[in-house]
Every structure is written in structure tokens, then in C-alpha cells.
């Protein structure tokens, strides 16, 4: 299992914008060949601090995706609506204490 979790800082004013859109693809991400899940995390304090964590069966799925047509429809549409740069990790899953 790979967990991806992905830190992303919109400007305010496009905030909306990336929910309306996220809420259009989620299920297509969610879905895809070897992700067993994701989710979309708002930050408490900070609306615009965005995260995702999605779980992966292998880097080689997640790489798929990354190099996908659905990839390739979302990033570069959001891309723009960053504060700043977006950040991600890759970790290994070595205890799930959510089953």
C-alpha cells in the first residue's frame, strides 16, 4: 500500500472554484484503477489549506494515474488557483488502526 498525500494553498477567491470542480472529478479519482480511496481534507483554521490523502495499491498504479488523461483534465486546471506551490509525499503504510 502507498498513502499520497498532497498539500495544496488556494488564493481565496478561486477556493470555490477548486471545491466545484473537485466535486465534478472525485468520484473518477477515487475510483481509478488501483487507488482504494481518497479523501479531501479543509484545514480548521485556514479554509483554503487543502489536502488529499489517497491510499494506492503500488507507486506503479499511482504513476498511472499521474500519467493519466484524468490527471491531465485536473492539474493544470487547478494549477493556477494555487497560493503557492502544492506540495506531496509518498509514504509507506505501515499501520492502519482505521479498518
Same mark, same amino acid.
Given at each position: ?10 488564493e ?5 472554484a477548486?471545491? +466545484? ?23 480548521? %483554521?485556514?479554509p ?15 504513476d ?7 490527471? +491531465? ?8 488557483w494555487?497560493?503557492?506551490? +502544492? ?5 509507506n503504510? %505501515?499501520? %492502519?488502526?482505521?479498518?
Open positions: 500500500m502507498l498513502v499520497r498525500v498532497v498539500k495544496m494553498k488556494f481565496a477567491q478561486h477556493l470555490s477548486f471545491l +466545484a470542480h473537485f466535486e465534478s472529478v472525485k468520484w473518477q479519482v477515487a475510483q481509478f484503477e488501483g487507488c482504494n480511496g481518497m479523501q479531501l481534507l479543509q484545514d480548521k %483554521n485556514d483554503c489549506l487543502i489536502f488529499t490523502y489517497s491510499i494506492w495499491q503500488s507507486e506503479q498504479d499511482l498511472r494515474y499521474r500519467e493519466s488523461e484524468l490527471f +491531465a483534465s485536473i492539474w493544470p486546471k487547478i494549477k493556477p494555487f497560493a503557492q506551490k +502544492a506540495e506531496a509525499w509518498s509514504l503504510q %505501515n499501520f %492502519n488502526g482505521f479498518i
